[in-house]
């Protein structure tokens, strides 16, 4: 087999992943506070490079330290160098254990740098027939290229290289890689300070060489040469070409101790390569990594079911578990690739879904007295209604016990949950369908069948532990009373769906391009010139080289245009403001206009969100395909977009609930504070309290608008655990004037400063908090030795039993309010939820009838130490309801 060797330069190319990842230093940083992006940005390369060369040996080399025979000779040698970063010279170990754990040897060798190594196998290795790969991030090494041996030069980050052969090097050099050496000496390097001949750079000392050969050549020729400046420097600085030829050689005879016979490459120790990855929070590398090293699933006994067979189902009279295949995430659209169904290791497949509108399948199914198990109840109810079947009695459902022990782990696929939680038998579904363009069932039945038949034996085999677990963490009222019976109900709300008016969308469409338009003719003129408004580079050249506007902030690619830095430079030109414009409207055209258009389906005119349950950490909900969370109401052209939500049937109106500054109520409740409280209970603004209390005021009559939102934004900041500089960002003032409001707050609300100081005392003891219905957040970074890791989880502490109980409340009062309107016979349909908000659909003559119910409703679904407030609309839209 040939021999294929791979050498690394260790020191350079971490020093170029680091730097690479350099702008997010703050996310690459494990639970520990360690700094992990050179380790990540080298991982990368590792890949990368495995795969492109096949390597049959590696070897990473490294610097042994800063003295080398080269500082001896010349020890300014690498002066000048900035102070290596402390956040990357803590990752050189973890590496170098990642490096063992891959199954790669490194090496270093005292008075000797990595290069030095590295020439000296590669000279080896080319003796003996290799054929060689060297990385690096410095050229320097081009000059050990040859017939055998290709240096690939990072020129992006670590995942672009560029090639250097013989050839490549002839061709954009014009010299041979050995000639190289005779450059750095004419030249010297700026990179490794040793210096050459006075003011002899690249292009002259090319062309010395290529008509003298190399150094001594020149030195040969120098007295012939015409007098000249550049012949005074050569020959005065003679001595310091010879040395810095002697620097620039890399050796290729370092007195190294590691032997080519030792570097042969077999691949990683998967289980230290999971440990490291794991150590690391490298989860995209670990994920990889699983699905590379799956094991085969093991056999499984399972029958198919067929017409022939289907009677045996009968014999499930108690409890049954299911699982209904559908590929695609969204649901309501997806093919359904086929089903199981069993109990007690009786398990039966079929790709054949009509098999279950079979009478014994579909009353098994549809039955109030069989308990059913399943992974995510509501997309199995919202999938079994579209083949008209309507699913009875869940007991288990998987996903939500599983979020509901810890929401930090939500995945949604059932291999990596039945793995996380102790049964191994289960393969991802990207091991078994594969992923992204290539992902598909498997048209071998065996496999396909198998796969179905360890879902279910994975939600039996961890059912018993999981509901036990719950009764540990006093979460099952949280599990049987709020999550499952709200499965049911936005299951309930999907399947209606909301009535979308797509011609009102097709005419604010045209509008908003007629709008674009205009605006686009505006910055033109303003710019003096056409441009690519949606261009960054092309931006950037206008606003900060045309128009010389002040440079706020620069990326890797050139000048920052983002939104911050767009908003900073608007009071200063016309044109910004009218960017800014233009991108709203553009984003709202088509995110909102054509992302909605698409989204009605062609049955009913309706679209049919779907709502993420076991997404957020905080146990609010999320609403996709499309989102209707996030259409943006405080800009005109956002409020626009509710006027195409209309109601399904002539003569019935949109009508609309919300809780009014829930947040704040609870948090009123939750710190027991009397002077919260007691505005709460008075009725008053809390926004306008708070300022009278903040700034010393005798009546509401002097909090003037400026001052209220002031206080807002100090009311708000507090539930998020804002500083003091949040603050002064969000309001616009100094940061001693944002401390000494905050300072303020606190004494004026004693008890919300006690239930912080508690929360977070708690949160680095326990390592969680709890909402008012004992939803738990496991708070990982809490004891970080990072200081903004640490802070953030601290800030986390403070906020999710606030938000989380918002939450809780919101979800009990849909519970209640589903049960009511079928209780009551009436019509009206509940069709959205938008944090805060309730969103229904009735007949006129029972909005008054909504006008009492949803309210009391809404204020009763918890009992706090405040009253909950609730505020009603409605109207012949959603923009008309509000």
Same mark, same amino acid.
């Given at each position: 087999?040939?021999?294929?060797?791979?050498?690394?330069?260790?020191?350079?190319?971490?020093?170029?992943?680091?730097?690479?990842?350099?702008?997010?230093?703050?996310?690459?940083?494990?639970?520990?506070?360690?700094?992990?992006?050179?380790?990540?940005?080298?991982?990368?390369?590792?890949?990368?490079?495995?795969?492109?060369?096949?390597?049959?040996?590696?070897?990473?080399?490294?610097?042994?330290?800063?003295?080398?025979?080269?500082?001896?000779?010349?020890?300014?040698?690498?002066?000048?160098?900035?102070?290596?970063?402390?956040?990357?010279?803590?990752?050189?170990?973890?590496?170098?254990?990642?490096?063992?754990?891959?199954?790669?040897?490194?090496?270093?060798?005292?008075?000797?740098?990595?290069?030095?190594?590295?020439?000296?196998?590669?000279?080896?290795?080319?003796?003996?027939?290799?054929?060689?790969?060297?990385?690096?991030?410095?050229?320097?090494?081009?000059?050990?290229?040859?017939?055998?041996?290709?240096?690939?030069?990072?020129?992006?980050?670590?995942?672009?290289?560029?090639?250097?052969?013989?050839?490549?090097?002839?061709?954009?050099?014009?010299?041979?890689?050995?000639?190289?050496?005779?450059?750095?000496?004419?030249?010297?390097?700026?990179?490794?300070?040793?210096?050459?001949?006075?003011?002899?750079?690249?292009?002259?000392?090319?062309?010395?060489?290529?008509?003298?050969?190399?150094?001594?050549?020149?030195?040969?020729?120098?007295?012939?040469?015409?007098?000249?400046?550049?012949?005074?420097?050569?020959?005065?600085?003679?001595?310091?070409?010879?040395?810095?030829?002697?620097?620039?050689?890399?050796?290729?005879?370092?007195?190294?101790?590691?032997?080519?016979?030792?570097?042969?490459?077999?691949?990683?120790?998967?289980?230290?390569?999971?440990?490291?990855?794991?150590?690391?929070?490298?989860?995209?590398?670990?994920?990889?990594?699983?699905?590379?090293?799956?094991?085969?699933?093991?056999?499984?006994?399972?029958?198919?079911?067929?017409?022939?067979?289907?009677?045996?189902?009968?014999?499930?009279?108690?409890?049954?578990?299911?699982?209904?295949?559908?590929?695609?995430?969204?649901?309501?659209?997806?093919?359904?690739?086929?089903?199981?169904?069993?109990?007690?290791?009786?398990?039966?497949?079929?790709?054949?879904?009509?098999?279950?509108?079979?009478?014994?399948?579909?009353?098994?199914?549809?039955?109030?007295?069989?308990?059913?198990?399943?992974?995510?109840?509501?997309?199995?109810?919202?999938?079994?209604?579209?083949?008209?079947?309507?699913?009875?009695?869940?007991?288990?459902?998987?996903?939500?016990?599983?979020?509901?022990?810890?929401?930090?782990?939500?995945?949604?696929?059932?291999?990596?949950?039945?793995?996380?939680?102790?049964?191994?038998?289960?393969?991802?579904?990207?091991?078994?369908?594969?992923?992204?363009?290539?992902?598909?069932?498997?048209?071998?039945?065996?496999?396909?069948?198998?796969?179905?038949?360890?879902?279910?034996?994975?939600?039996?085999?961890?059912?018993?532990?999981?509901?036990?677990?719950?009764?540990?963490?006093?979460?099952?009222?949280?599990?049987?009373?709020?999550?499952?019976?709200?499965?049911?109900?936005?299951?309930?709300?999907?399947?209606?769906?909301?009535?979308?008016?797509?011609?009102?969308?097709?005419?604010?469409?045209?509008?908003?391009?007629?709008?674009?338009?205009?605006?686009?003719?505006?910055?033109?003129?303003?710019?003096?010139?056409?441009?690519?408004?949606?261009?960054?580079?092309?931006?950037?050249?206008?606003?900060?080289?045309?128009?010389?506007?002040?440079?706020?902030?620069?990326?890797?690619?050139?000048?920052?245009?983002?939104?911050?830095?767009?908003?900073?430079?608007?009071?200063?030109?016309?044109?910004?403001?009218?960017?800014?414009?233009?991108?709203?409207?553009?984003?709202?055209?088509?995110?909102?206009?054509?992302?909605?258009?698409?989204?009605?389906?062609?049955?009913?005119?309706?679209?049919?969100?779907?709502?993420?349950?076991?997404?957020?950490?905080?146990?609010?909900?999320?609403?996709?395909?499309?989102?209707?969370?996030?259409?943006?109401?405080?800009?005109?052209?956002?409020?626009?977009?509710?006027?195409?939500?209309?109601?399904?049937?002539?003569?019935?109106?949109?009508?609309?609930?919300?809780?009014?500054?829930?947040?704040?109520?609870?948090?009123?409740?939750?710190?027991?504070?009397? %002077?919260?409280?007691?505005?709460?209970? @008075?009725? +008053?603004? /809390?926004?306008? *309290?708070?300022?009278?209390?903040?700034? #010393? !005021?005798?009546?509401?009559?002097?909090?003037?608008?400026?001052?209220?939102?002031?206080?807002?934004?100090?009311?708000?900041?507090?539930?998020?655990?804002?500083?003091?500089?949040?603050?002064?960002?969000?309001?616009?003032?100094?940061?001693?004037?944002?401390?000494?409001?905050?300072?303020?707050?606190?004494?004026?609300?004693?008890?919300?400063?006690?239930?912080?100081?508690?929360?977070?005392?708690?949160?680095?003891?326990?390592?969680?908090?709890?909402?008012?219905?004992?939803?738990?957040?496991?708070?990982?970074?809490?004891?970080?030795?990072?200081?903004?890791?640490?802070?953030?989880?601290?800030?986390?502490?403070? %906020?999710?039993?606030?938000?989380?109980? @918002?939450? +809780?409340? /919101?979800?009990? *009062?849909?519970?209640?309010?589903?049960? #009511? !309107?079928?209780?009551?016979?009436?019509?009206?349909?509940?069709?959205?939820?938008?944090?805060?908000?309730?969103?229904?659909?009735?007949?006129?003559?029972?909005?008054?009838?909504?006008?009492?119910?949803?309210?009391?409703?809404?204020?009763?679904?918890?009992?706090?130490?405040?009253?909950?407030?609730?505020?009603?609309?409605?109207?012949?839209?959603?923009?008309?309801?509000?």
């Amino acid at each position: 087999m040939a021999k294929k060797l791979l050498l690394i330069d260790g020191n350079s190319v971490a020093f170029r992943a680091f730097f690479a990842l350099h702008n997010q230093l703050d996310r690459f940083v494990n639970a520990d506070g360690l700094h992990t992006n050179a380790i990540y940005g080298f991982n990368t390369m590792l890949d990368h490079m495995i795969k492109a060369v096949k390597p049959t040996d590696m070897l990473v080399a490294f610097d042994a330290g800063k003295t080398t025979f080269r500082t001896a000779m010349y020890d300014n040698y690498k002066g000048g160098r900035a102070k290596t970063p402390g956040e990357f010279s803590e990752q050189m170990p973890y590496l170098k254990e990642l490096l063992t754990a891959r199954g790669i040897q490194h090496y270093q060798l005292k008075d000797y740098e990595a290069d030095d190594i590295i020439g000296t196998l590669a000279g080896q290795a080319d003796a003996a027939g290799y054929t060689t790969t060297i990385v690096t991030g410095d050229r320097d090494l081009t000059q050990l290229t040859t017939a055998n041996t290709t240096v690939a030069v990072t020129v992006k980050g670590v995942s672009e290289v560029e090639r250097y052969t013989p050839e490549h090097v002839q061709e954009k050099l014009g010299i041979t890689p050995t000639q190289i050496i005779d450059m750095k000496g004419l030249t010297g390097d700026t990179s490794d300070n040793y210096p050459g001949v006075t003011k002899v750079g690249e292009k002259t000392a090319l062309k010395l060489l290529k008509q003298y050969g190399s150094i001594e050549g020149v030195y040969e020729n120098v007295d012939a040469m015409k007098k000249s400046k550049m012949k005074e420097h050569l020959i005065e600085d003679h001595d310091l070409a010879v040395r810095a030829k002697v620097l620039a050689t890399i050796k290729r005879d370092a007195p190294i101790t590691v032997k080519l016979a030792d570097l042969a490459y077999d691949g990683p120790d998967t289980e230290k390569l999971i440990a490291c990855y794991e150590q690391l929070g490298f989860e995209s590398f670990l994920k990889k990594l699983k699905t590379q090293t799956a094991t085969p699933a093991k056999p499984i006994a399972f029958t198919e079911l067929t017409k022939a067979n289907i009677a045996e189902l009968a014999q499930f009279t108690k409890h049954v578990t299911f699982y209904l295949e559908m590929p695609t995430p969204n649901y309501h659209t997806s093919a359904f690739a086929g089903f199981a169904i069993g109990d007690e290791d009786k398990w039966y497949v079929s790709r054949n879904v009509e098999l279950l509108l079979e009478p014994v399948a579909k009353d098994l199914l549809t039955s109030m007295t069989v308990t059913k198990d399943v992974f995510d109840m509501k997309r199995t109810m919202v999938g079994l209604n579209r083949l008209g079947i309507q699913l009875g009695k869940v007991d288990f459902d998987l996903l939500l016990v599983s979020y509901l022990l810890d929401t930090n782990d939500n995945s949604n696929d059932l291999g990596r949950l039945a793995e996380q939680h102790g049964y191994p038998d289960l393969q991802s579904d990207e091991v078994v369908y594969g992923k992204g363009v290539k992902r598909a069932i498997p048209d071998d039945d065996q496999r396909f069948f198998g796969h179905l038949a360890h879902k279910l034996a994975a939600i039996s085999a961890l059912k018993p532990q999981l509901l036990k677990d719950l009764e540990a963490n006093e979460q099952a009222p949280l599990y049987d009373d709020i999550e499952k019976p709200l499965a049911n109900v936005l299951a309930q709300m999907e399947m209606a769906g909301i009535t979308v008016d797509s011609s009102r969308l097709k005419a604010m469409g045209s509008q908003f391009k007629e709008r674009l338009s205009e605006i686009e003719q505006t910055i033109y003129q303003e710019a003096g010139e056409e441009f690519n408004i949606n261009s960054p580079k092309q931006l950037g050249h206008i606003l900060f080289e045309e128009m010389k506007l002040p440079v706020i902030k620069k990326t890797k690619t050139g000048y920052s245009t983002a939104v911050d830095v767009l908003e900073k430079l608007a009071p200063q030109a016309p044109i910004v403001a009218n960017i800014l414009r233009y991108r709203q409207i553009s984003k709202i055209q088509s995110t909102y206009v054509e992302g909605l258009l698409d989204a009605i389906h062609s049955t009913d005119q309706k679209v049919h969100t779907r709502y993420l349950q076991t997404l957020t950490q905080t146990g609010r909900l999320s609403s996709v395909d499309p989102n209707l969370q996030n259409i943006p109401v405080r800009v005109e052209e956002g409020r626009r977009i509710r006027q195409a939500f209309v109601p399904s049937h002539p003569d019935w109106q949109i009508f609309s609930s919300d809780y009014s500054q829930i947040e704040l109520r609870v948090l009123a409740h939750i710190t027991h504070d009397e %002077n919260m409280q007691a505005a709460f209970k @008075a009725g +008053d603004d /809390i926004h306008a *309290a708070t300022a009278m209390r903040i700034f #010393k !005021l005798d009546s509401p009559a002097d909090v003037t608008p400026n001052i209220r939102r002031q206080a807002k934004a100090v009311n708000f900041g507090i539930v998020y655990g804002i500083s003091d500089y949040g603050l002064s960002q969000n309001i616009g003032i100094t940061r001693k004037a944002a401390h000494n409001f905050i300072e303020a707050y606190f004494t004026e609300y004693p008890g919300v400063k006690a239930y912080m100081d508690a929360i977070v005392k708690q949160a680095h003891e326990q390592g969680y908090v709890e909402t008012i219905a004992h939803r738990r957040r496991y708070l990982p970074d809490i004891h970080a030795k990072s200081f903004n890791l640490r802070s953030f989880a601290e800030r986390t502490a403070m %906020n999710t039993p606030i938000q989380g109980s @918002a939450a +809780d409340i /919101i979800k009990i *009062a849909m519970i209640r309010m589903q049960n #009511k !309107l079928k209780e009551s016979g009436l019509q009206a349909r509940m069709l959205l939820q938008v944090h805060d908000e309730l969103i229904f659909e009735a007949p006129k003559e029972e909005i008054p009838t909504l006008e009492k119910l949803v309210p009391s409703v809404m204020d009763s679904a918890v009992q706090l130490e405040v009253p909950l407030k609730v505020e009603s609309h409605f109207g012949d839209t959603w923009y008309d309801a509000k």
